[in-house]
């Protein structure tokens, strides 16, 4: 089955290689986003995923074991065409997924909801979603505290990739210092003269 | 009412919070996320994300709360900030501390309270993560502790724009330093390349 790319997958795939957090250990502010999740929504299973361009990565999960699924076969990948978010009432009945479930211990995942992880430009990094391995529907409580918690996860994968666009920025300023910086001011006298 | 005590590590913990460079800043969606799950999670009217300066505490985020700062000596969070754990305050009227406090006594009314420290990795807590309510509650050592939890959140992004604000600095610094050295360089090779010109 394909799945359809965003409009915006290449800068999409930029944005998120400049957060540095795709296939990295574990971090204790993601798991505590997936556990924040699955309890607000009360649902068993919650993972922090990054949609890469033929994989999706699990940054944290609750209730999950995979560390990383076929972008093909992601509930994910679907949260991220949108700004709102993905709903699965029931993946066994969804001619989508029916045929690619997702496995965890407790069994296959039928509920699936998942709130895209949107960047400041809009770039949706990956998804923030709750999963149970029952049928359900998403509360509008729950939509709205997945929501939020989606808002808090991407602010803090934004602040990642702010912080090593100015740490490169820096290094280089520093090799700049480091080799002569001759060139760039020969010019301007050149021109001045 | 009591006026709060000024935590050992006060200076440091000023300058910490100094750092962040988000004292007195627009709300942000993001802050006011957190407090809207606060509020949610724990079936508050009022939820704070309070940031305690030297005699102020400012509310990055608030839902249920109007004032967008009170004085410190009237702030809960000013004893919050005292310790690393949650401070609860089950009924603010039957607590000698807050007896006849503004906060208790006018608007907003606070009776029950309950703030979890905003704590950087050095141990300094720039504020709180609070909620509050207009008659008492009680508040579970389950309730302190996923208050807690919730808390590290916001925490953890005053860090890093903490961490930001550093490197912009240095980066600043070091480009500052780049530009000083073109132009002496400029200014030293300048009469050699106007003769060479003429020539």
Known sequence: MSIPFPANETLRLCALRETGLLYTPRLRAFDEIACLAAEVCAMPIAMVSLMDAESGFVKASVGLEADAMERGSAFCAFTILRDEPFVVNDAAADPRFAHTPLETPRGRVRFYAGAPLLTAEGYALGALAVMDTKPGALTDAARAGLVSLARVCAELMDMHRRLRQVERSYRASLNEL?????PAAVRPALRAA | MIKPPIPDNEHERLAALRDTGLLYTPPQEVFDSVVRVAAAMFDMPMATLSLIDTETQFFKARVGVSAMTTTRDCAFCAYTILGSEPFVVPDACADERFVGNPQVTDAPNIRFYAGAPLLTP?????????????????FSADDAQRLRDLARQPAEIMELHR?????????????REIDGLNQQLAESIAPATRSCVAA
Not at chain 2, 129 to 138: C, I, P
């Open chain 2, 163 to 175: 961490r930001l604000r550093h490197l912009e600095r240095a980066y600043g610094a070091a480009l």
């Open chain 1, 178 to 182: 480091n080799v002569a910086p001759a």
């Open chain 2, 122 to 138: 050095e141990g300094y807590a720039l504020g709180a993560l609070t909620v509050m309510d207009t008659r008492e509650r009680e």
